[in-house]
């Protein structure tokens, strides 16, 4: 057993756990410093099962319906209280690496102007 007292599980349990309990987790307000940006993400405790013990790769914290905007590394995980996920960012992510949809659109606005 892990150190979160993981027992096995099949894939529709997860599925089922993850559609259930999903719209349930809470997503702090970001705060930042002069290099990071942070917030912290509380997962209902019925999907800590489903999360191996440390720090999660963006696949697995996305395959539990974490939803975030892009840039966002799982850096910690408050140990007191383990479904509690520490998350990060570059400060000024945005800005050095703006979203898909306004690049696009900025792209679309000079297409013809040659």
């Known amino acids: 057993m892990s150190k ?4 096995p599980f099949t894939q529709e349990e997860k599925r089922k756990a993850i559609e259930q309990y999903s719209e349930k987790i809470q ?3 970001r705060y930042s410093n002069d290099e990071w940006e942070y917030r912290h993400v ?3 405790k019925p999907l800590l099962r489903f999360t191996p013990p440390g720090v999660c790769p963006e696949d697995v914290w996305r395959g539990l319906g974490i939803r975030q905007s892009p840039g966002w590394e799982m850096y910690m995980r408050h140990d007191p209280e383990p479904h509690v996920l520490l998350f990060r960012r570059p400060k000024n992510y945005d800005l050095i690496h703006p979203p898909f949809s306004a690049v696009g659109a900025a792209r679309l606005v000079n297409v013809g102007k040659n």
Do not use: L
Request: glycine fraction near 0%; aromatic fraction near 20%.
């Open 4 to 7: 979160y007292n993981q027992k």
């Open 27 to 29: 997503y702090s307000a």
């Open 42 to 44: 509380i997962i209902p």
